[in-house]
Structure formats: C-alpha cells, structure tokens
C-alpha cells in the first residue's frame, strides 16, 4: 500500500514539475496591464496587457471601435502627446473586433522602459490615431 502511494506521488511531481519550471520566479503570468486613453476625439478606450520576457505577447482590447478594422503601431515616445506625432517602430498587426494579439519586436525590459507607447490608428498604419497607450514599469 505504501509503496503504491509513493509511485503516485512521484508519478504526480513527474506531471507537475515540468509546468511549475515554465515560469519565472518572479513573473505571475498575469502581465502587466495599462490604459488606453481615446485621442483625436475618438471614444475608443482600453486596455494594453504585456505578457512574457524575451519576446512577449502584447495583446490590446478597444471599446467604441464598432468592429472596424484598425492598425496597431509601436512608436517612441514617453507620454501620448509625444507619441502622436512619432513614427512607428513596428506594426504590431490590425485590430478584429476590438482585438489584437501580437509578439513585441523587442525584449519585455525594453519595451516596458517607459519610452514606447502603443497607437491604434483609424485603418492604415499611417493614418490617425484614435487610441493611446503607454507602456512603463511602475
């Protein structure tokens, strides 16, 4: 009977190890998350939500687009105001129903620096922005 138990046990810590090794110590895995501030009169607002470390996921979620596609832009810049008028970095992809979820062309502590910021822009990625979203550490 022990011994059974025993093989259980270590049959269970063979499964769970694995997963419990996939993340770091200090990363919960629930990303870091920031607002979207609507711009250029558009009433779109939302979230920003960064996950991972060596090439994370950044995924964004809009109210008030109406489902129309929009472009999603990474420029430089430390504030909105400033990244407004920056040119974009990377595209990051285009928005589906309020939605994107994309891979960051660069590593999370770069991008979380505090001098990247996040636009969604009205259909092209060179078109206005209506949706604003900086990214930084607290």
């Known amino acids: 009977m ?4 025993l093989l259980s046990v270590a049959a269970a ?3 769970v190890a694995p997963a419990a090794a996939q993340i770091a110590p200090n990363d919960s895995g629930a990303g870091v998350q920031r607002g979207m501030t ?7 607002t939302g979230m920003v939500t960064v996950f991972g470390r060596d090439r994370p996921r950044i ?4 109210d008030g687009s ?8 990474l420029v430089r810049g430390r504030d909105c105001p400033q990244a407004l008028a920056a040119r974009n970095i990377a595209v990051l992809g285009t928005l589906r129903g309020g939605r994107l979820t994309a891979t960051s062309p660069m590593p999370m502590d770069r991008l979380m620096s505090g001098n990247y910021t996040v636009l ?3 259909n092209t990625p060179e ?3 209506v949706s604003c979203g900086h990214l930084y550490l607290s």
């Open 2 to 5: 022990f011994k059974h138990l």
């Open 13 to 15: 810590a063979l499964f």
């Open 38 to 44: 609507a711009v250029n009169s558009s009433a779109q």
């Open 59 to 62: 995924q964004v979620v809009i």
């Open 66 to 73: 109406r489902g129309h596609a929009e472009s999603v832009t």
């Open 120 to 122: 969604v822009r009205n």
């Open 127 to 129: 078109s206005r922005p």
